[in-house]
């Protein structure tokens, strides 16, 4: 058993000068783990079989502290006077006289009910800086494995393995204004394997694995009041589970949000084969395959209740071009007003059923052709199939050369001449690898090593099959924005249907390619007098064919945003992000490591890095960094990578011996 907590642990820094409260935490894991051969009396006499059962519970609570700001109790009244005493004043207009307000103080008769409904949902300030709210929590998160494990050899040649583990978890998230939701769930993973010797350097191994996770996400508010009813506000979601009140986004303060109500049931089966030969004492040969089927089931209730966000727009000075003046405009006003800039509201929930299956194959020869030198060769096939939706639940846009016009088009639909993906799948992923160790003399302990190799990366795909199926038809979103035809307000700002002929937020390239890093290294190794070991190593990454994500669709700088939907190029939808390839990255570093052993079995060690990372708005493994700026001239996004880190000097000690305490 070990227990641990936080009451030694340091106060935090103070960034006013006040004493600033410490987040608590414990922890407590235990365990009790019995086995041996499997010898029942009178039932069972296996004495070369053996079984292992395993618990262990985890019960802990996790520190929370996060600081914002919150209006301020005059403020929470209408009462902006404040800001005209600041250091940049702010003026308050009144939106319907275009005149500012006497005094920047909104008459009562004029706050808007459901804002005043939704302003006790708003924590009181709790220190005088800037900043002032700091909430300060613990949240619990707990869990209990359960473990069995079975190993049977059959016979001199034949022996068969079972695992099988057994998770119960619960936890629960802390958000920004004291809102507690909890989360469950359980996993399961159980394996089975065969392994054989056809002879004494003939051996083949098999493997079958499958693994379950489920979890479920319950929001704070759900089931309790629907305050969206009580206050007037139309068009949110009437599922119980989606009560509450609609998130807010503010300028100058923090966010009134909660959880989005989810549950999720994933499943992977997984099967290897493995087998290796021993050749003539030189050559270690392994060939294998792999095959990896899975399920991602999921319902999600996301922005179900609604969210407005409030920038300060609709109490700012216009310019002749319809922009706000600086100085002008306040975010909070915005709100007790009841006008809020944009509104955004999710239809339904999204019911998805995931599939997706990848393959791999491999031949790889350790080659000893002399004392002292190690060449290995390999060569690997993968293929990752994109996913698809059990229901053909997925919608793409078609854009035409230029990005003029966007064309929705479904799973299974007919003449558009793509898989039911969506996504045509890429088909010649091979991955060459070579590496080679060299000591020229045995005598001496100067050793040369170097390689290279390819990596593809399959994982865009389940983020972009996520995407595809949060689109219309499908999935419905309304987003709107207040305009001086079409005021938004709190009651009424929900559009009961999207306004647009296209509301896809999201799209990609249908021949889009997946990325692969190329990788060279080259170091150079030799043991100096007094334990010391010396190793020199330059590593290269290319990355290509990255993934790089654009906003064609996005007004010209400058437009008005009251007007920004009449400046798009493509006028009959909303703004959407295209997802695309062909980013492109570079990585260079030299190291050198130090290490000093010591008689004791302690090391110390030194490793100093320099190095160098440029990209172009782009990742390896995910889908894209940020949006690009420059659509028409990548080169222009060429910089320095965001993990760039020029210098890097790491110190480490370890030691192989184990330290107890015993009392």
Known sequence: ?????????????????????????????????????????????????????????????????????????????????????????????????????????????????????????????????????????????????????????????????????????????????????????????????????????????????????????????????????????????????????????????????????????????????????????????????????????????????????????????????????????????????????????????????????????????????????????????????????????IANLILTPGFTSATVVTAGESGTGLPSSLVRPERDAFSPRFGIAWRPSQNKSLIFRGGYSIFYSGSPYQTIVSQLASQPPFAKTATLTTSPEDQLTLENGFAASPSETVTNTYAINPDYRIAYAQTWSFAIQNTLPHGLLVELEYIGTKGTNLGVVEEPNEAPPGSSLLSAQEHVSISDASAFLYQTYGGNSIFNAGQIRVTRRFMTGMSAVLLYTYSKSLDDASSFTGTGGSTVQFIDDWNLERGLSTFNQPNSCRPLISSRRQLACMG
């Open 1 to 393: 058993m070990t227990l641990a907590n936080s009451y030694l642990n340091a106060a935090p820094f103070s960034l006013n000068g006040q004493l600033d409260p410490k987040p608590s935490s414990d922890s407590a894991h235990y365990g009790i783990n019995f086995g041996g051969p499997m010898i029942i009396p009178k039932l069972v006499n296996y004495q070369r079989a053996s079984f292992y059962i395993t618990y262990q519970g985890v019960r802990s609570r996790n520190p929370f502290s996060k600081v914002s700001t919150v209006p301020s109790a005059a403020e929470r009244g209408g009462d902006f006077s404040s800001l005209l005493a600041s250091a940049n004043p702010t003026v308050i207009f009144d939106p319907t006289t275009n005149a500012p307000f006497a005094n920047n103080i909104i008459p009562a008769m004029r706050l808007n009910s459901a804002s005043l409904g939704l302003i006790p949902y708003f924590p009181l300030a709790t220190t005088s800086a800037v900043e002032n709210y700091q909430i300060v929590a613990s949240t619990p998160n707990n869990n209990d494995n359960l473990g069995v494990r079975f190993i049977a050899p059959l016979n001199n040649k034949d022996r068969l393995n079972f695992n099988v583990q057994f998770q119960d978890r619960y936890s629960e998230s802390e958000q920004l204004f004291g809102f507690r939701d909890p989360t469950k769930g359980t996993g399961l993973s159980a394996a089975a394997g065969w392994s054989h010797s056809f002879k004494p350097r003939v051996n083949n191994s098999a493997t079958f694995t499958l693994s379950r996770n489920n979890n479920t996400t319950t929001p704070y508010f759900a089931y309790s009041t629907d305050v969206a009813e009580e206050l007037g506000i139309t068009g949110t979601s009437q599922y119980p589970i989606n009560y509450g009140p609609p998130n807010l986004s503010f300028t100058n303060f923090g966010s009134l949000s909660d959880s989005s109500a989810s549950v999720t049931r994933n499943q992977t089966g997984n099967f290897t084969d493995n087998l290796t030969y021993v050749l003539k004492q030189k050559h270690n040969l392994s060939i294998g395959y792999l095959y990896r089927r899975l399920q991602l089931n999921s319902t999600n209730f996301s922005n179900a209740r609604g969210s407005f966000s409030f920038s300060g727009l609709l109490t700012s000075e216009l310019n002749g071009s319809g922009n706000p003046i600086s100085g002008t405009g306040y975010d909070f006003a915005d709100f007790l007003l009841g006008l809020p800039q944009t509104s955004s509201l999710r239809f339904g929930s999204d019911d998805n059923y995931f599939r997706g299956w990848s393959t791999a194959a491999f031949a790889n020869d350790d080659y000893r052709p002399a004392r002292g030198l190690t060449v290995n060769f390999g060569l690997r096939y993968e293929y990752f199939a994109p996913y698809t939706e059990k229901y053909g639940d």
